[in-house]
């Protein structure tokens, strides 16, 4: 979706100009439970995010492993909502995914129209990840890897995580803090950094992916 911004931009000779279009395309935040993408898209996001937070109940005993995460007592039932501007030209709309698998019938929905996505991490619980990424290689849909750093503490090298979870050297992997904007805003453009070279066909070595 393209629409035209409300700010006139000056030309060389002093006049304004109506500025370019706005580009806004959509990204999908996904991961298993409890990795930290309800807060990855409310710490970034310039709207009030909206979230489907259900509290969680008995029903989930069982089912939703809380050996890592013992503190969380609610559970996205549907998706997260928030929107960020990268710069005046560029705008995301964030779309975070359920992370229990029996809300997965939702995320192609999700996906639908998205240009990238990124899997969040949790390194103490690899394995709860291997499914989003298995979708998003499934779809051909380019995705990038944010080892979420909780308590701020990257507890395993980069390139031990890859081989651990087999991904393909050309998908970017970098570390992020879902509780930081800035963090998390460097992760987005990392991912839209990456989908632009695959479109252009351009290779480039990943900045941000750090030992």
């Known amino acids: 979706m393209d629409y035209?911004?409300?700010?006139?931009?000056?030309?060389?000779?002093?006049?304004?100009?109506?500025?370019?279009?706005?580009?806004?395309?959509?990204?999908v935040v996904a991961g298993g439970f409890g990795v930290g993408k309800t807060t990855f898209v409310g710490s970034v996001s310039e709207i009030v995010p909206l979230t489907t937070e259900a509290v969680m109940t008995e029903a989930s005993s069982?089912?939703?492993?809380l050996a890592a995460t013992p503190h969380k007592s609610t559970t996205t039932v549907a998706m997260d909502f928030g929107r960020v501007s990268l710069d005046s030209e560029l705008i995301?709309?964030?779309?975070?995914t359920p992370g229990q698998h029996r809300f997965?019938?939702?995320?192609?929905?999700?996906?639908?129209g998205a240009i990238g996505a990124v899997v969040l991490v949790d390194t103490r619980r690899l394995a709860d990840s291997f499914p989003a990424v298995d979708f998003f290689e499934d779809r051909r849909l380019p995705y990038i890897v944010a080892l979420?750093?909780?308590?701020?503490?990257?507890a395993h090298r980069i390139d031990d995580v890859r081989d651990a979870m087999a991904i393909n050297p050309a998908v970017?992997?970098?570390?992020?803090?879902?509780?930081h904007r800035e963090s998390t805003k460097l992760t987005l453009i990392t991912l839209v950094e990456h989908v632009v070279r695959l479109r252009t066909g351009a290779t480039?070595?990943?900045t941000r992916a750090t030992a």
Not at 92 to 96: A, D, R
């Open 204 to 206: 480039a070595t990943p």
């Open 62 to 65: 069982g089912i939703d492993d």
């Open 104 to 112: 997965w019938f939702m995320w192609d929905e999700l996906v639908h």
């Open 148 to 154: 979420n750093l909780f308590d701020g503490v990257q």
């Open 172 to 179: 970017p992997i970098v570390t992020c803090d879902a509780r």
């Open 92 to 96: 995301l709309y964030l779309f975070g």
């Open 4 to 27: 035209a911004g409300s700010n006139a931009k000056p030309t060389t000779n002093g006049r304004a100009r109506s500025p370019g279009p706005r580009i806004a395309t959509k990204i």
